[in-house]
């Protein structure tokens, strides 16, 4: 089934919250703290993405959205959001920031992520935030997978605090977004 890829707007904020939630709670279950997990709520992520994309409307932002959706109905599977480096160490080696992939349970291994990677590969290099960086929960062996068999350098892994617990995260880095872009598109 043919897919389609477009800049996300703020319409849209109820769909991507959709999607993040259902990825939260099908994936993270026993990786991060159940009040956490409980609290990632259709209504709270859509408040988040609503800011989200009213601050990615103005002229100064760096951060975009970008989704995807498939077949007749065009329903939002998935998503990404790329923009400049969040993570104070990093800036000078690395300015650009995979910051958010999400994809929705029932699409996930149709190749989505490849197709979303792959676009905001593109758009971090138009931006000239590269080379760029992406974090994963430790715990997540799937997407561990997935970004190493895409060339992700391993490159630290941290602790973060939340609610009185923790999980670990670990950072993966791309020294060149076409091969990035180019390791999608073979996969």
């Known amino acids: 089934m043919p897919i389609t890829i477009r800049p996300a707007c703020f319409k849209d904020a109820r769909a991507l919250a959709r999607v993040q939630v259902a990825a939260w709670h099908a994936t993270y279950s026993g990786m991060v703290p159940d009040a956490m997990l409980a609290a990632t709520t259709l209504e709270r992520k859509q408040e988040i993405w609503s800011r989200l994309l009213t601050e990615e409307e103005a002229p100064t932002s ?8 498939a077949g007749a109905a065009g329903e ?23 910051q958010i992939l999400y994809i ?9 992520g490849r197709t ?8 971090l290099n138009a931006a000239g935030l590269v080379p760029a960086t992406l974090w994963v ?5 799937r997407a561990r997978r997935f970004y190493e068999r895409l ?3 391993y490159l630290e892994e941290q602790t973060v605090p ?9 950072a993966y880095g791309w020294h060149d977004l076409s091969s990035l872009a180019a390791a999608c598109a073979e996969d």
């Open 62 to 69: 760096r951060c975009r959205t970008l989704l995807c959706t």
């Open 137 to 141: 929960m430790s715990a997540n062996t």
């Open 76 to 98: 939002v599977e998935g998503f990404i959001r790329i923009g400049p480096q969040r993570t104070a160490r990093f800036l000078s080696q690395w300015p650009g920031e995979i």
């Open 104 to 112: 929705h349970p029932a699409a996930q291994g149709q190749g989505r």
């Open 151 to 153: 060339g992700g350098a």
């Open 116 to 123: 979303l990677l792959a676009a905001g590969a593109g758009l």
């Open 162 to 170: 939340v609610q009185h617990e923790s999980f670990d995260e670990v």
